[in-house]
Nanobody, 126 residues
Framework: VQLQASGGGLVQAGDSLRLSCAASDGTLGAFAGGWFRQAPGKMREFVAAISWNGKRTEYHDSVKGRFTISRDNARNTVYLEMNSLKPEDTGVYFC????????????????????WGQGTQVTVSS
């Protein structure tokens, strides 16, 4: 499975962006999906995850109430809707997929994921 992340950009604080993660050479139907981000000089951190059946989601505390992860298995795509963006949300956002047989699994650790996209830059100016 190859993942392609897109949708990043330069926005102002308070603006919104929607990131997409499209899978090729396979299907995301049996994969949990996740988003991570990495700011300059910092470790990659968990942002959000969604189970392969879409019924369970997990979020980092810093994005709860502002970000929404969703998926469209028919389109093999996972989305991250980001609202009320803040400068501290700046970073490279990576999507990832974990092959799993557990329909409600929502992994928060990067080491649990099997496939990664190339990343898309999100820059939020104050």
């Amino acid at each position: 499975v190859q993942l392609q992340a897109s949708g990043g950009g330069l926005v102002q604080a308070g603006d919104s962006l929607r990131l997409s993660c499209a899978a090729s050479d396979g299907t995301l139907g049996a994969f949990a999906g996740g988003w991570f981000r990495q700011a300059p000089g910092k470790m990659r951190e968990f942002v959000a995850a969604i189970s392969w059946n879409g019924k369970r989601t997990e979020y980092h505390d810093s994005v709860k109430g502002r970000f929404t992860i969703s998926r469209d298995n028919a389109r093999n795509t996972v989305y991250l809707e980001m609202n009320s963006l803040k400068p501290e949300d700046t970073g490279v956002y990576f999507c990832a997929a974990e092959k799993t047989v557990v329909s409600v699994h929502t992994p928060r650790s990067a080491g649990q994921y099997d496939y990664w996209g190339q990343g898309t830059q999100v820059t939020v100016s104050s």
